[in-house]
């Protein structure tokens, strides 16, 4: 079980907005900004947000990501088919000398 | 083209070592701080090991501590990683990662192979 928690799913119909959290601790997300990735099913996984919020070149602006405290959201507004995917939260941890994953969350679009 | 391509995958038996390979190119290797990723059969990303730009730094997560070694050859754009005393619970696709920033000023993983897939069965 992973130090950083995700929910293990989520759902949306097309168009709405979804958001997925991140919960960890003082160690890692309390205290190094997180980065968020997109897992397509047989393809490696894709950085989509990057220090809380910074989305890098070709990434859509309808992915944005926040941070507060402990905890961090990925958004996704205006949700597509081509959405739905795995997504996982990851933070560099201190305490481990290495970054850490969240558990990943599987995105349905309905 | 930036990319990185591993190799050295395979089916080994519980307490035997396989080593990977990661070729890069596109880029300035011996400027990038690397990883190694793994996921299992179901399961999701679970970080491996680091390694710095040099090579003179390298940490593991406490699951393969002891067991593997990660190395790098700069002058042949070339990551490796020894599993040794190899386990079934280390069956997983295993990738190469390039860092963005720095362990100081951590980006992500910006730039991933493809994966290799370890199977450690009897």
């Known amino acids: 079980q992973s130090v950083v928690a995700q929910p293990p799913s989520a759902s949306g119909t097309p168009g709405q907005t979804v958001t997925i959290s991140c919960s960890g601790s003082s160690s890692n997300i309390g205290s190094n900004p997180v980065n968020w990735y997109q897992g397509l099913p047989g393809t490696a996984p894709k950085l989509l947000i990057y220090s809380n919020t910074q989305r890098p070149s070709g990434v859509p602006a309808r992915f944005s990501g926040s941070r507060s405290g402990t905890s961090a959201s990925l958004a996704i507004s205006g949700l597509q088919s081509e959405d739905e995917a795995e997504y996982y939260c990851e933070v560099w941890d201190g305490s481990l000398n290495g970054p850490v994953f969240g558990g990943g969350t599987k995105l349905t679009v309905l | 083209e930036v990319q990185l391509v591993e190799s050295g995958g395979g089916l080994v038996q519980p307490g035997g070592s396989l080593r990977l390979s990661c070729i890069a190119s596109?880029?300035?290797?011996?400027?990038?701080?690397m990883n190694w990723v793994r996921q299992a059969p179901g399961k999701g990303l679970e970080w491996v090991s680091y390694i710095s730009s040099s090579g003179g730094t390298r940490y593991y997560a406490e699951s393969v501590e002891g067991r593997f070694t990660i190395s790098r050859d700069n002058a042949k754009n070339s990551l490796h990683l020894q599993m040794n005393s190899l386990r079934a619970e280390d069956t997983a696709l295993y990738y190469c990662?390039?860092?963005?920033?720095?362990?100081?000023?951590?980006?992500?993983?910006?730039?991933w192979g493809q994966g290799t897939p370890v199977t450690v069965s009897s």
């Open positions: 596109g880029f300035t290797f011996s400027s990038y701080e």
């Open positions: 990662a390039r860092v963005w920033g720095s362990r100081s000023y951590y980006y992500g993983l910006d730039v």
